[in-house]
């Protein structure tokens, strides 16, 4: 088996439609996550939804996404890579189809959950038929052409999903998948190729239970996540209930896969220390990407007026960085220089970003003002993605390489969904204590308070109001100006301490196992 997977490697131009493919592929599922964000208000119309039974169509697709990603490595051996794939891609375009043409907010939800099925399985599934296109010396040049899908998914969603909206209607940002997942069904049979796998198993050897506990344990997770700032967390009886089934759902589900004799995730890969770090570092990233993209558009859109599209369109100079570092980063690798450094480094240009974002919010910032900033954002992810994803790797051996990139693949998904959960929390309850505090201190028989009050009351009488009304208005602008001010403190905050958080992980980057400098044979993965 060892001999027949070198002939996987690829060149010319079969390569290059394999790798297009695939990133494209991995392109769809990424930007399917985002771009719906934009459209709910119109789906929510168009289908009498309420806002609660909306915010299901995103919660379907992360539910389904975190249950199936680490299953694709046991799914791939089963079924064989390119059959795999292929079926995926089916299953997304089909259900991208569906979702168009749902006439009620419930179907929509269940072909949502459907796409995220197949959508989950592209992800990880692409890295490792680009990463075994590629020959050895040229792995991390794979690596980085595989993350700046990656990295691009995420902000192309909101432009292109407000383009959409503005010009057409919601149902096309299902409907552009449908011709590109057609291609690409037809180049994958045509050109994917999968390696012979040993050790398929019968359908009595499958591990029917662990399946169970994984789709219980880690669905049960990802919807109090998405679900608990909406549900005040743990004053829910829900929430607590579903915390409860997660933590003994996954507590169980590892314990079988611990005893049983065919696990479908093998987690004694896990024994690893580059891997375990390195999940580990998957999960931070996530928590960085994510959450810096759900919050900058968040706070444009909310509190400066912005329209989505603008929004997306911000993000777009830190994406071209991103793609122009990653050539820059592979080379870098490939002459030797130890990725934990580059890792290091990476984290370290991201507190700077984030402090920098600390600095110039306010009420009236500009695109100007975050041009530099998201700049340097696109640096420090240029120098975190390709070095995170090779080193989790670089010691791994074999099939244990499909294991772990559907581990890294899996915290990723994990760490975007605590991300945004923890934002959302923290904003709120930050803007709850800045808002108490900046109370605190307008004192009526403060003149300068007072003036103001007097000044705004006067100009609302000037305009018709009665003094009675007038009076009203002027509290309640004097309350929003308050609220304003207090939700930007907020968002500063956030800032600040995912900031301080990455400048804290730079010391524990540096306990990296030193790599071995020789090149580790990524085709070798039975992904």
Known sequence: MQQE????????????????????????????????NVALPDMRGSLGATLNEVSWVITAYSLANVIIVPLTSWLSQQFGRRNYFAASVIIFTICSFLCGNATNIWELVVFRFMQGLGGGALLVTSQTIITESWPTEKRATAQAIYTLGVIVGPTLGP????????????????????????????????????????QKRSASQVDWLGIFLLAVGIGSLQFVLEKGQEEDWFSSGMIIILSVIAVFGIFF??????????PVVELRVLRN??????VILSFIMGFGLFGSTFVIPLYTQSLLGWTAQQSGMLQLPSTIFVAVMMPVVAILIQKGVPQKYLIAIGMSVFFIYSYMSYKVLGPDTSSADFFWVLIIRGFGLGLLSVPVSTMSLSTLKGKEIGQGA??????????????????????????????????????????????????????????????????????????????????????????????????????????????????????DAAH
């Open 406 to 523: 559907a581990f890294s693949g899996m915290m990723r998904q994990l760490g975007g969904a605590f991300g945004v959960a923890l934002i959302s929390t923290f904003v709120t309850r930050q803007t709850d204590y800045h808002r108490s505090t900046l109370v605190d201190h307008l004192d009526v028989n403060n003149p300068d308070v007072m003036n103001r009050i007097s000044q705004t009351a006067a100009s609302m009488h000037a305009k018709g109001f009665d003094i009675g009304t007038a009076q009203q208005k002027a509290y309640a602008l004097m309350d929003a100006s308050v609220m304003k001010q207090a939700t930007i403190l907020s968002y500063m905050d956030v800032f600040l301490w995912v900031g301080v958080m990455f400048l804290v992980c730079v010391p524990f980057v540096l306990l990296f196992v030193k790599t071995s400098r020789n090149k580790v044979n990524m085709a």
């Open 5 to 36: 997977l070198p002939s996987l490697v690829e060149y010319g131009p079969r390569r290059a439609i394999i790798t297009i493919t695939a990133v494209v592929c991995a392109l769809l599922e990424i930007i399917d996550t985002t771009i719906v």
């Open 159 to 198: 432009p292109l999903g407000g383009y959409i909206i503005d010009n057409f209607s919601w149902p096309y940002i299902f409907y552009i998948n449908i011709p590109v997942g057609i291609v690409a069904t037809l180049l994958t049979l045509q050109f994917v190729r999968s390696p012979q796998y040993e």
């Open 253 to 262: 589900f590892i314990w079988r896969q611990w005893v049983y004799e065919y």
């Open 273 to 278: 220390g580059n891997l375990r770090i390195g």
